[in-house]
Each structure stands twice: as C-alpha cells, then as structure tokens.
C-alpha cells in the first residue's frame, strides 16, 4: 500500500512539474531561513552555558544614583573583593577580573631578539580563585598553583601558538617562557589553557596575576586599596553558598557601603547582585564580550515563522487552486472504492514528499544565507546536523509542521469531493477550491506579512543612515587616531612637532580619547545655586589646548583650554543650562563648580553640545579638562583627503622614531565611529535579505495562483477576446482582486507596522520620525511586484488564438 502511495505520488508531482517546483523552492526559501535563524537564536542563548557555575554564580554591579537619573554598570572598586569575602559567611568563592584593551606584549626568541605584539582585547588580570569558580579547558601546568606568585601568566593554546612560534601540540613548550607586558615588566608563563568559546562573556586569552598589574601596567590600581575609583574594567564575580537570598543580600550591601566608603554615600551608591546567566542580555550593565537584546532575537524568531508561513501558504493556495485539475482522479478514486482518509493519506504523502526535497534543498539554501551572512551575523555558523542533534530536531519538528499545516487542509477539500461531480468534472475553484474567503484570507495574509517586512527594513535602513550621517556637534573627516604609548611631556611635545613638520599635517592633539570615545572619566559637579543635596555626574574629558579646534567643536563663549588649566575647566551647553545660564552663555564664564575632579574649577568657556555616546544614548554634561598623565589617544589632521597618504607616511616615520619600542597602529576616526553602530546595521542588514525573501516567496505563490487561475479562465478570455476585449482589460480584470487585497493587508499592517516600529525606535535616544512615506512606498513597491509578477502569465494567455481555447465549443 505505501509503495502505491509513493508511486503514484511521485507520478503526480512529475506530472505538475510547475507547481511541484515552485512549491519546493518557496517552502526551501522559508525553511531555510527559518533553519538560518534558529541557529542564529541558539548561538546568542547558548552564551556562557558551558560555565559549571553558570546557574549559581553572581555578579557585582552598581547604580549611582544622581538628581536627574540612575547609571548602572558592571565596574567595582579594586578593594570590593577582599571585602565581600570578609562581611559575608553566605560566599564561598570570590575573584575579581580587570580587563585590559589594547596592550602590547613582547616575547623573546632563543637569540634574545624581541617580537613586539599589539593583543586589541582578551587580556585580563586575575586571581586563582578564577578557576575555581569559572569552567576551563586546563592543558599544561599546575592548575593549584596558578596565578599565585607575582609575575606569573596564564594564556590560552592559540596565543602560545602565536606568541612563542610553537606548532599545535607544542603548547606546553611556552611553560616557563617569558611575556614582556607593555616594555614594563616581565611575566612568567605558569600554565596553558584551552581557547575561550566564542559563546563567553569571558573572552580572555591571557589572565595575568591581579596583584601585579600596578605602576605603568595600570595607573589606576594603585595598591588596589582606593574605594573612590570604579572603573568598568573591574569586575567582581561571587559563588555564593547555599540558601542564598540575593535580595536579603541587596539589603545588606548599603550597610557595606557605608561601612567602606562613607556615612551617606548609599544615598548615591549602591552595589548589587546579578546572576551570571541574565549578563548576555542585559545592556544595562553590559559585559566584557559585548551583550544582545532578547527583543531583537523574539523579533528574528518572529519573522522565521512569518516566512514559514508565507511559504506554507503558497502550498494552500496553489493545492486548492489545483483541484479542478484533480477531480476525474478523484472522481475514480473514488468510484473503485477509496475511502476519504485513503485519500487524505495519498495527498499529505505527495504533501510530505515536496517537502522532504524542500528541506534538502533548504540545507543548502541555509549553508549559502550562512556564507554570505557570515560578517552580518559576526560568527562563523554552519548547518552541522552531525554535531548537532537538537538542529536536525527543529528540522524535524519543522517538516513535520510544514507538512500538516500546508497539506491537510488541502487534502481533506480534495478527497471531500462529490464522486459524480468530480467524474464529470464539474468543479470550481468558487466551489471546491475553499472557497474564495478562504483564499483571499491566505494572500491578504502573505501580502500583510511582506508589506510589514518592508516597511521594517525601510524604517530600519533610515534610522542607520541617520546613525551614520547625523551632525555630531564634531569634525570626523581626514582625521586619524592612535593610541599613546607613554605619557611623557617631553617625548609627546616631541612627536608634536615633527609631526607638524609635514605638510600634509594640519593638527595634532593628545586626549583621553576622541569626543565619542571609547575610554571616559567620569566624576561628580555640583553648582552651589543649585542648593542640589546630590552632585550630577559628568563626563571628564582630559584634553590637550588644541583638541577642541581639531576637531572643530563650536565655542559659544570664552577660551579654550590652555597648558596648566589645573583649576579651570570649560563646559558644554548641557551644564551651563543646568546652571541657569541657557541662551545667555557668557555669563556661565567665571563661576565656580565644585567637581569631585580635584576639587572646584573656574568656567573658563562653553561649547556647543556634542555627541559623546553613540546616538542611542542622550546628550551628556561634558567637562574639558586639562590632564596630561590620561593622555591616552592622539589624534591627528590632514590637510585634505589628498594628502592622506603622505600624512600616514610621516606618521608612521615619527612614531619609529619616537616610540620605537611599541607596535604601530591607526585608523580612520570616522572608521572606529561607525563600529560604533554594528548592532543596528546588522539588524538592518538581516531585515533586508529576509524582505527580499519574504516578496519572493510571495511571488511564487502569486505566479503559481495566477497560472491555475489562467488555466481556469482560458476559455472565458477567449470569448472575452471574440467580443472585442483588450489585452489591458483581461489584465485589469486578473489585477483587480490583487489589488483589492493588497488594499486590506496594507491597512491591516500599517497600524502594526507603525506601532511596534515606534516602540523600537523610542529605544533609542535619537531617531528619525516615521512619517507616510515609509507606508506609501511600501505599498508601492508590493503594488509594482504584483502587478509584474501577474502580468507574464495573464498576457500570455491572453495572446492565445481564441479559435484555439473555442474550438471545443
């Protein structure tokens, strides 16, 4: 019986090699992407799963609270560690993490010379207590013994790899070896370890030990005794015993505030747990590895199902378009005997058959979305159902769905047909087809879920153009930047001047970092009118006098910064309007701020606001100040884009010169600014190809809804033709019900689209409004598809010969 079923299925699918191919592909397309975005969702939710600890673990974090607003963020003072450890019993295990970005490291080979490499990120400095409370791959070394002497080094299999030129294998041979940390001291390799996964929160390839990171290393640990400094490098991990109670927990730790750091200041600080496994999705507090929004991966799983049911939708409409070809076969089946359920059974095995191809060609429609969408999605995925049971799983589930939800409704209208009728072929689409509401319901669906996807991606598409093109209050052009390797003012004045030797060179200028940068020192100001019984927080910029002409940020009133500015500082218009001096700038120059900076400072000048943060953030209280050991970055000019190269050329002479001991590198500001918006071209890259996606499924069922319906129809356009029709007015008459469906799915969508597309937006700080437009090319653009896509086929039968489709009659 099956081997009949089989036979005969693959007879009917050879024999409508149309509709067989066009459903195959569109269900390959949906099923596809749906397999694309599942392993999508599967990487982001798998982040830091393979940790033993992950359920049980916490992190440290803080809030500080101001007059106007909370800041969260996960850095802690060097100090909080060894104290929680002291106060709290409930704690078995804590360790503190300081990551370090952009370091140089230098190794030694058996001739003594020096290879100098510059690691951007995965460095960290820790305790021994890391291991026991985080999962890692040990390979060489004592693991009981690591990180406990001064000077010592952990690193993972790759970097000893690249640092000490070993082979795979090889990696203990690094054991003992010598790692140079910026030209200031040296570390002993005590132990290798295995890669970081790239689903971590950790992503640390070289864990140096905690206590030696002070001096040159890193000015700011000091002896790692300081509870008034907090920077977002340092982190602090706990594993608490059992019966813990975070809440109870939250409680205590105002009264260990007080306890360290002052009477009081629990009315603006505060220090709380969050457990390990909210960190990945959590932007608030963020993480070392970056974080994702669990908004944007229900909104991917979202248009996974929409374009699944786009492609299961083509199957219904072409299945009950096709029953009048089908009826004397069913007509037959039925006089011989068939019962209903045989039938059922009979096209639900035809149903399954194209989409078991469907879901082989959807294996390579997956594997070539995943090549072409490798530096969208940022990871390197592959189908792999060998190595992974749980894909081959939503495979499964998924053909099993695909096959039910397109199939049995179709195969049910069919084997219900009347045998007479059937025999004698009197079956309409109007009458046996499911009937025209059922139809139009499909495709109004399939064009609502289209419209939505583009009117997405065109909103999408121009709140990232706005991202990238927006005025920032700055110049970014023909301007590049560098990291500084010491902060000596001889050498810097130095590099300064024969860097202006060049004519290609119109400006340097040393800073903490660039105006949207990533490094910021934040501190506290008040304004004694103000009668405010809390400081604001601001952001501290340490700046060189020529920083703010560089970069050609507007001085509303007074002067620059100047050499020696130790008690003077020059503010944005966001401070001076909290001041009360809004509009009338100049009368901010000469008042007194108290700032937790060294104490007050004199307003020497406003400048225009500017942006600070990416455009998702809002505008911040900005305060220039002149601070020469946080010169961290330069940042240098060109006189014009021509002159580009012969600027980088004499650049990287000068630093030879000068810095001859540290790696060389650069790039373009307005390069590093765009990183800064990789998360939103990525959702709009994403929203693109699933639109385009999404309207190709769509023509597929439509091209293949409107051939059956052309078929149908033959004979009506002949005699329509006969009378005197145009070939315009037979395709005005196919283009009206698609039009007049497009009509309801796009007043359906709009309010959707409009309403959850604001919701997103309002995310962000700054963002475009969504006007009509958006709308009406949206429905434009669906409108010119269809009608295309219709248009083949209607012209092509209405060209037919009428004594040709008549001549029965």
């Known amino acids: 019986m099956f081997r009949n ?42 982040f830091d799963k393979h940790q033993e600890n992950y359920e049980s673990m916490y992190r440290v974090v803080n809030q500080n609270i101001y007059p106007d607003r909370v800041e969260k963020g996960m850095g802690t003072p060097h100090p909080l560690g060894p104290a929680l450890k002291a106060d709290f019993p409930e704690i078995s295990d804590v360790v503190r993490t300081n990551y370090q970005y952009g370091s140089q490291l230098n190794t030694y080979d058996e001739n003594g010379e020096m290879h100098k490499f510059l690691i951007d990120e995965g460095i960290v400095f820790t305790e021994p207590s890391f291991f026991d409370l985080f999962t890692v791959e040990w390979v060489a070394g004592d693991q009981a013994k690591a990180l406990t002497a001064p000077g010592s080094v952990v690193i993972c299999r790759s970097e000893a790899r690249k640092l000490f030129g070993l082979k795979e294998g090889e990696e203990h041979l690094a054991l003992a070896k010598l790692i140079n940390y910026g030209n200031v001291m040296d570390f002993k390799v005590v132990g290798i370890i295995g890669d970081p996964p790239s689903t971590t929160s950790l992503p640390f390839s070289y864990l140096f030990d905690y206590e030696s990171q002070g001096g040159e290393i890193n000015p700011y640990f000091g002896e790692g005794i300081r509870w008034n400094s907090t920077s977002s490098n340092t982190n602090t991990y706990f594993l608490p015993g059992a019966g813990f109670d975070r809440a109870a927990f939250d409680q205590k730790m105002i009264a260990f505030v007080e306890k360290y750091r002052g009477e009081g200041e629990s009315e603006e600080t505060r220090y709380v747990a969050q457990p390990f496994s909210e960190i990945h999705f959590d932007k608030e507090y963020d993480s070392y590895g970056g974080t994702s929004s669990i908004e944007f991966l229900i909104a991917l799983g979202l248009i996974g199902v929409f374009l699944v049911l786009t492609a299961c939708i083509n199957f219904i409409n072409l299945a009950t378009a096709q029953a009048a070809n089908r009826a004397k076969e069913i007509g037959i089946r039925k006089a011989i005997g068939s019962m209903s359920s045989q039938l059922v059974f009979q096209f639900l095995a035809e149903i399954a058959l194209i989409t078991g191809f469907a879901l082989m060609l959807a294996l390579a429609v997956a594997e070539i979305m995943f090549n072409l969408l490798r530096e969208i999605i940022g990871q390197e995925l592959t189908v792999g159902l060998l190595q992974s049971p749980d894909s081959l799983l939503f495979l499964l589930v998924l053909f099993v769905v695909v096959t039910f939800l397109s199939g049995l409704y179709p195969s049910m209208l069919l084997s219900r047909m009347n045998t007479v009728d059937a025999l004698k072929k009197k079956i309409t689409n109007g009458q046996h087809s499911g009937g025209l509401s059922l139809r139009k319901g499909l495709v109004t669906l399939q064009f609502a879920i289209s419209q939505f996807l583009i009117i997405g991606t065109l909103i999408v598409s121009s709140q990232t153009d706005f991202f990238l093109n927006k005025d920032l209050g700055f110049q970014t052009k023909t301007i590049l930047s560098s990291y500084v390797p010491e902060r000596d003012a001889v050498k810097l004045e130095r590099f300064r001047q024969m860097m202006l030797i060049s004519p290609a060179i119109e400006s340097i200028t040393f800073s903490l970092s660039e105006p949207t940068g990533n490094s910021n020192s934040k501190s506290s100001f008040n304004y004694a009118p103000l009668e405010s019984p809390k400081a604001y927080h601001g952001n501290f910029k340490a700046v060189d006098p020529y920083y703010i002409s560089l970069f050609e940020i507007e001085l509303l009133a007074g002067r620059d910064i100047r050499e020696g500015d130790s008690t003077n500082v020059v503010i944005n ?237």
């Open 573 to 809: 218009q966001k401070v001076a309007d909290l001041m009360g001096f809004k509009d009338r700038y100049d009368q901010a120059v000469g008042e007194t701020l108290s700032t937790g900076w060294n104490g007050d400072k004199k307003v020497v000048g406003v400048v225009k606001d500017f942006h600070a943060y990416s455009l998702e953030e809002d505008l911040d209280y900005i305060l220039f100040i002149h601070a020469p050991r946080l010169f961290y970055t330069l940042s240098f000019k060109t006189t014009s884009p021509a002159a580009i190269t012969e600027a980088k050329a004499h650049f990287e002479q000068t630093w030879e010169q000068i810095f001859p001991k540290y790696v060389m590198e650069y790039d373009f500001y307005d390069k590093t600014l765009a990183e800064e918006y990789q998360g939103v071209m990525k959702i709009t890259a994403l929203m693109k190809v699933f639109a385009v996606i999404s309207i190709l499924i769509g023509c597929l069922g439509l091209y293949g809804l409107i051939s059956f319906i052309a078929m149908n129809k033959t004979k009506e356009i002949g005699v329509r033709k006969v009378l005197g029709a145009s070939i315009f007015s037979i395709l005005s008459m196919f283009s009206r019900e698609v039009i007049i469906l497009m009509t309801i799915a796009f007043s359906i969508t709009t309010p959707l689209a409009f309403y959850f597309l604001s919701q997103w937006l309002d995310t962000f700080a700054f963002s475009i409004s969504i006007g009509p437009e958006f709308f009406l090319l949206s429905f434009a653009v669906t409108m010119l598809i269809a009608i295309v896509t219709i248009s083949h086929k209607t012209i092509s039968t209405a060209l037919i010969n009428p004594a040709e489709t008549l001549k029965d009659d």
């Open 5 to 46: 079923y089989l036979i005969t299925a693959l007879r009917n699918l050879k024999r409508n090699k149309v509709y067989t191919l066009l459903n195959m592909f569109g269900l390959a397309l949906g099923i596809g992407c749906a397999l694309v975005i599942y392993k999508v969702i599967q990487f982001e939710t798998s």
